[in-house]
T-cell receptor
């Protein structure tokens, strides 16, 4: 079974600075997908970024980018120019393609606070 | 465009009472549907998923059940709630055989008293 580990329960960053959220996973699969989801105080889960394991290039979405290290099974999220609206819980998630259903396995999440 | 609706947003129920949470998806056909629970300060636990009408898979043994009476409707139920059923429940959908991740509903905060 796949596991996703987010070892840092909380982090804090000053507005406009850069912060990196860590995530590691365990799998024996070679083809899979990785995700970062954001859950703001409203508790709506929002997809931030997605990475395909067979692509070496790191995914980027505006101020959000990932550092995907396949051999190390590491998938960190970098948030540049942090904004107050980035304050949220962030979840790392793993998906193994599996026929008609591909289930997402989530880490326990990290609470990020952006200080003004 | 696709949208997902989940209700109610908040629910306070006494121990031993029944539960029914509903989730519907619009703008797509044959979606995969999921129920997750998020306990306070913890991650998301997959409870049930469905790849079609009447097809339900349970991930963990518990006091809850799920049903899919229509293609785009997913219902989470319980006959008798326990205190441990309290939590935040999220419904989600994905494209069949898709790898683009899930789209989540806005969630239901359930408090069993």
């Amino acid at each position: 079974a796949q596991t996703v580990t987010q070892s840092q329960p909380e982090m804090s960053v000053q507005e406009a600075e850069t912060v990196t959220l860590s995530c590691t996973y365990d799998t024996s699969e070679s083809n899979y997908y990785l995700f970062w989801y954001k859950q703001p105080p409203s508790r709506q889960m929002i997809l931030v970024i997605r990475q395909e394991a067979y692509k070496q290039q790191n995914a980027t979405e505006n101020r959000f980018s990932v550092n995907f290290q396949k051999a190390a099974k590491s998938f960190s999220l970098k948030i540049s120019d942090s904004q107050l609206g980035d304050t949220a819980m962030y979840f790392c998630a793993f998906m193994k393609p599996s026929g008609a259903n591909s289930k997402l396995t989530f880490g326990k999440g990290i609470t990020l606070s952006v200080r003004p | 465009s696709q949208t997902i609706h989940q209700w109610p947003a908040t629910l306070v129920q006494p121990v031993g009472s029944p539960l029914s949470l509903e989730c519907t998806v619009e703008g797509t056909s044959n979606p995969n549907l999921y129920w997750y629970r998020q306990a306070a300060g913890r991650g998301l636990q997959l409870l049930f998923y469905s790849i079609g009408i009447g097809q339900i898979s349970s991930e963990v043994p518990q006091n809850l059940s799920a049903s899919r009476p229509q293609d785009r409707q997913f219902i989470l139920s319980s006959k008798k709630l326990l205190l441990s059923d309290s939590g935040f429940y999220l419904c989600a959908w994905s494209v069949r055989r898709g790898h683009g991740g899930y789209t989540f509903g806005s969630g239901t905060r359930l408090t069993v008293v």
